[in-house]
């Protein structure tokens, strides 16, 4: 069983940084992609980045040059440095977990990242 548990959310000012992290247990292959969604109230839930064990990353168009995804992989721990937040990236934010080539997914119970203008 795969368990995904984020932290790091909270109530910061526009302008500011939070650090929000992603901690895998559980048995899986290390052949994966990890990603961040988010998910504001009445919106869809929106791919924000996405790192593959190789390292390779992706980014939403919308966060490019403020977020940066990493992971250590011996920890199967990924993280998301989110620098000049705005209010727009207030949302629900979650870790996904994808198994590589069955493409199923794990997710965690997502945290709030709240930011005040």
């Known amino acids: 069983q795969v368990q995904l548990v984020e932290s790091g959310g909270g109530l910061v000012q526009a302008g500011g940084s939070l650090t929000l992290s992603c901690a895998a247990s559980g048995s899986f292959f290390r052949i994966n992609v990890m990603a961040w969604y988010r998910q504001a109230p009445g919106k869809q839930r929106e791919l924000v980045a996405t790192?593959?064990?190789?390292?390779?990353?992706t980014y939403a168009d919308s966060v490019k040059g403020r977020f940066t995804i990493s992971r250590d992989l011996p920890k199967n721990m990924v993280y998301l440095r989110m620098n000049s937040l705005k209010p727009e990236d207030t949302a629900v934010y979650y870790c996904?977990?994808?198994?590589?080539?069955?493409?199923?997914?794990?997710w965690g119970q997502g945290t709030q990242v709240t930011v005040s203008s």
């Open positions: 790192i593959t064990s190789g390292g390779s990353t």
């Open positions: 996904n977990l994808r198994i590589l080539p069955t493409n199923i997914d794990y």
